[in-house]
């Protein structure tokens, strides 16, 4: 499945198949990604975070940053695990311990717990992390965090 592996385009995946003897349509292979895709990316997210949680010292650098959309400005938290690999991103209007609990729900519902979570000092993270009952699992301090910082910055998007 070579074609899934990597971004080829729809016309690619039919050269691709057209070599292996397989006639068919850029237009089919877009349906089968449509139909299949969603599928394939829950398996492989559930695999990875199966993968995460073996993990023994599995831990969250959380950090939030200010974009614009549409001329104003909203709050983009951030999870990104050991590995560097962003696991979860939630956009909001406020950074406070509203948007904060909200966030940490969301992102252990899906993920479940890590061991350790390293943020900076923003006072939000530390009333979620009570609310929640995992302010002993917190990490603070000014420098800390920088890996968060660093590991989406190549990956980040810009909104706007």
């Known amino acids: 499945m070579l074609y899934i592996r990597f971004p080829l385009s729809l016309r690619n995946v039919e ?8 006639d068919v349509s850029h237009e089919s292979v877009r349906f089968w990604w449509q139909r299949f895709g ?10 990875s975070v199966e993968r995460m949680r073996a ?3 599995w831990q969250w650098h ?3 940053v200010f974009v614009k959309i549409n001329g104003e400005r909203h709050y983009r938290w951030r ?3 050991h590995e560097g690999e962003v696991i979860e991103s939630y956009v909001t209007k406020t ?6 609990l ?4 969301k992102a252990m519902r899906r993920y479940g717990r890590p061991e ?6 923003l006072r939000s993270y530390g009333a979620a992390l009570k609310e929640i009952g995992a302010v002993n699992r917190q990490e603070t301090g000014r420098w800390l965090n920088n890996r968060a910082e660093g590991g989406v910055r190549a990956t980040s998007l810009e909104a706007g």
């Open 15 to 22: 050269y691709l198949l057209h070599e292996r003897g397989i």
């Open 62 to 64: 959380l950090d939030e």
């Open 102 to 105: 909200k966030f940490l729900k």
């Open 79 to 81: 999870a990104v695990d």
């Open 55 to 57: 993990w023994p010292q």
């Open 116 to 121: 350790k979570i390293v943020t900076d000092k």
């Open 95 to 100: 950074r406070d311990k509203r948007a904060a």
């Open 38 to 47: 969603p599928k394939f990316a829950s398996e492989i997210r559930k695999k």
